[in-house]
């Protein structure tokens, strides 16, 4: 570890993510100082259910957090305030009186609510709250997974009506616990995790009680909606209240959206981008709120202690790092995934080759779950080689196929794409990506964008640093990739593209799907 004594002062953020909970420690330039990490049990107790026990990550976050101090060789006059990122939409109910959870946390990929959510649509369909919270009916959310817990689990509803059950997401959990749990903890979430809940108004930032009643969810329940970056208490009480009693806990934000800020995309028409097994991508609206006609969810973004709230279109992909993980471990076509790079330079293009990876459907913007995986173009010239670039090319071509929609419903134009996660190492990948996209793509020095986030939206919040000029002054890139196709080149392959996921439609017949 560097001599962090003579370096301070440093910032905090936890992570509370789906597999795993870890703290990092920042200093003032960003970089960082200590990490520690812990994995949680996934717990499935029926086909589509995921859960999470809620006692088990809050003891977890406290080890990670003693873990990354220790490591740091540091104490709490050293950090100035600690921020959140979580996982988003996993719920949870717990007792106010006792700090026991309810239940299991019902985690975002759970899908039991799919009934429920065809139920509250009725007559109208999946936009029935759409104009109000930005979303479309589905399971991903949390308000129908609370309704869930408050149908399901005995006495509960009762208990919640009589102001004995706190709800929250992740956030609201770590930080009620951070602050002295039953002994005066705070309940709060922010912005960015109460718009994924779906009975947050996107237009007002408050609690629609028309939508809370028409899902089902008592408004006594809910934390009070504070902004991203603001002191919401200190830490008290506890392992944690010894080890870092007082300090400010300052931040809150959904992962991607933290991993917007840890981008420092501020400006209007800027965007992230992380690879990951799927992909997620946010761009800044800056202060409009824009419905989608092409497939993006609308979210919030940020919202800056009392500046207005900053908006975001979101889009994801469901298939972008496990179409290599597909080719290495179904094919054998490559033995890891670094090799598809160096076999996809071996040749100039694609040799004619498409490749739509809709293992499970396609996501956004088509959402079409009737959709299966497409190699379209195949002629005897097309080698293995080729093949592996039509894969490249397929996680750029769907990235496009997102900021295209972006642009449709937005009118802003990308001016850059700023991206991280694992497959940002592929250079190959990151130029065809800005050839298709037609605009740079950029990787930061940082790679851990999310808790980078959370540490800059804390770190606003208690003066560490100014504004978000130094954060931007902040941010290092640590390569850039400049589109350098043939506009006409471009436009072609990119009809060949739409033509190859046209092929994907209508494969299952309605009594499969």
Not at 148 to 156: F, K, T
Request: with cysteine; proline share 4%; aromatic share 8%.
């Amino acid at each position: 570890m560097t001599d962090a004594h003579t370096a301070g002062p440093f910032i905090a953020a936890i992570d509370q993510g789906t597999t795993s909970s870890r703290c990092i420690i920042f200093d003032r330039d960003g970089r960082i100082v200590a990490v520690d990490q812990k994995e949680h049990e996934q717990i499935f107790p029926k086909p589509g259910w995921v859960e999470h026990d809620a006692a088990e990550i809050w003891t977890n976050v406290q080890e990670v957090v003693a873990g990354a101090v220790a490591k740091a060789e540091i104490t709490r006059e050293d950090i100035k305030a600690i921020g959140i990122t979580n996982q988003r939409e996993t719920t949870l109910l717990w007792d106010r009186h006792t700090g026991e959870p309810v239940h299991n946390a019902i985690v975002w990929q759970d899908t039991r609510t799919d009934a429920l959510c065809r139920d509250l649509g009725r007559n109208v369909g999946k936009d029935r709250f759409r104009r109000e919270t930005g979303l479309p009916l589905a399971s991903y959310f949390a308000g129908p997974k609370a309704r869930w817990l408050l149908d399901n689990v005995e006495g509960l509803r009762e208990r919640a009506e009589a102001g004995d059950i706190l709800f929250g997401t992740m956030d609201s959990w770590v930080i009620w616990n951070l602050t002295g749990g039953t002994e005066g903890g705070v309940h709060v979430t922010d912005v960015t995790n109460a718009s994924r809940t779906m009975l947050m108004n996107l237009h007002r930032m408050e609690w629609d009680e028309r939508i809370c009643s028409s899902i089902g969810v008592p408004t006594e329940v809910l934390p009070e909606i504070r902004s991203s970056a603001e002191v919401y208490g200190e830490v008290s009480g506890g392992r944690l209240g010894e080890l870092l009693g007082g300090i400010p806990v300052a931040s809150a934000l959904g992962d991607q959206q933290a991993a917007l800020f840890g981008q420092t995309c501020f400006a209007e028409g800027e965007a992230k981008s992380t690879y990951g097994t799927g992909t997620f991508m946010l761009m800044n609206t800056g202060e409009k709120i824009i419905n989608s006609y092409s497939g993006l969810l609308t979210t919030v973004g940020y919202r800056i202690g009392d500046q207005d709230p900053v908006y975001a279109l979101e889009g994801s992909i469901a298939v972008t790092g496990s179409l290599v993980q597909w080719m290495r471990d179904q094919m054998g076509l490559i033995n890891s995934a670094a090799e598809i790079e160096t076999l996809a330079s071996s040749v100039e293009d694609n040799g004619g080759a498409y490749f739509v990876p809709a293992f499970s459907g396609l996501f956004a913007p088509y959402w079409r779950p009737d959709a299966r995986g497409v190699i379209a173009g195949l002629t005897r010239y097309v080698t293995k080689a080729h093949i592996a670039r039509a894969v490249l090319e397929a996680t750029a071509w769907q990235t496009r196929e997102i900021t295209d929609a972006m642009t449709k419903d937005s009118g802003v134009e990308l001016t850059s794409l700023k991206v991280d996660g694992g497959m940002t190492s592929n250079n190959l990948l990151m130029q065809t990506m800005a050839n298709f996209v037609d605009a740079p793509v950029v990787r930061p020095m940082v790679a851990e964008t999310t808790c980078l986030g959370a540490a800059y939206a804390a770190g606003l919040a208690v003066g560490f640093w100014p504004d978000t000029d130094t954060l931007r002054a902040n941010w290092r890139r640590a390569a850039e990739w400049t589109p350098d196709m043939d506009p006409e080149v471009r436009d072609h392959e990119y009809r060949k593209w739409l033509k190859a996921v046209e092929r994907t439609f209508d494969w299952l017949d309605d009594e499969e799907n």
